[in-house]
């Protein structure tokens, strides 16, 4: 499940990048449309899934969600193992990178706060810091605005950071 350089998430921080964990906002006023309505619950009752897709990969597909103990958005991922002729060793690689991806804490490299498997959907389900500008490549093309060069080597300074953590 290598992803491209274009695939990666981006953690870029200040003004109008990377997380958008605010507090302040509750859980009420986050629900705005039919599709952002409860559509189920993780096992302790902690996060909650809601209709809204955020993006669809090649295996995993990914929602809005809410940490109902911190207050704050986040993006529920939802890896469906039904259908797929998963033999025993590729599910527990698959295990075994969602252990990794546990286990990384870094600034610059996306939090992952939680995961389990639901035996009744055959899913695996994990909980991730959301990002709203998607990959550089998508930001950069988005942003209209000219960017500055000290922009650019902050970027480039926070994805080595990451890198040399890794």
């Known amino acids: 499940m290598a992803a ?8 870029l921080h200040g003004p109008g990048h990377g997380r958008d964990n605010s507090k302040s906002s509750a859980k009420d006023t986050m629900l ?12 302790d ?3 909650v899934r809601y209709g809204a897709m955020l993006g669809r990969g090649a295996c995993k597909r990914v929602f809005k969600a809410f940490d109902t103990v911190e207050g704050i958005e986040v ?9 797929l002729e998963m033999e025993r060793e590729v599910r527990e690689r698959l295990f075994a990178e969602i252990r990794t991806l546990q286990a990384l804490k870094h600034r610059n490299i996306m939090t992952f706060y939680s995961w389990w498997y639901a ?32 922009v650019i080597k902050r970027w480039a300074w926070q994805i080595l950071e990451g890198l040399v953590y890794l």
């Open 4 to 11: 491209t350089e274009a695939e990666l998430p981006v953690t």
């Open 32 to 43: 705005s449309s039919r599709e952002e309505r409860e559509v189920e619950t993780s096992p």
């Open 45 to 47: 009752g902690r996060y």
């Open 75 to 83: 993006a529920w991922n939802q890896v469906e193992l039904i259908g």
């Open 119 to 150: 035996e009744q959907t055959q899913t695996i389900n994990f909980v991730t810091e959301v990002f709203t500008s998607g990959t550089l490549r998508q930001y950069r093309k988005r942003v209209r605005a000219p960017i500055h060069e000290h």
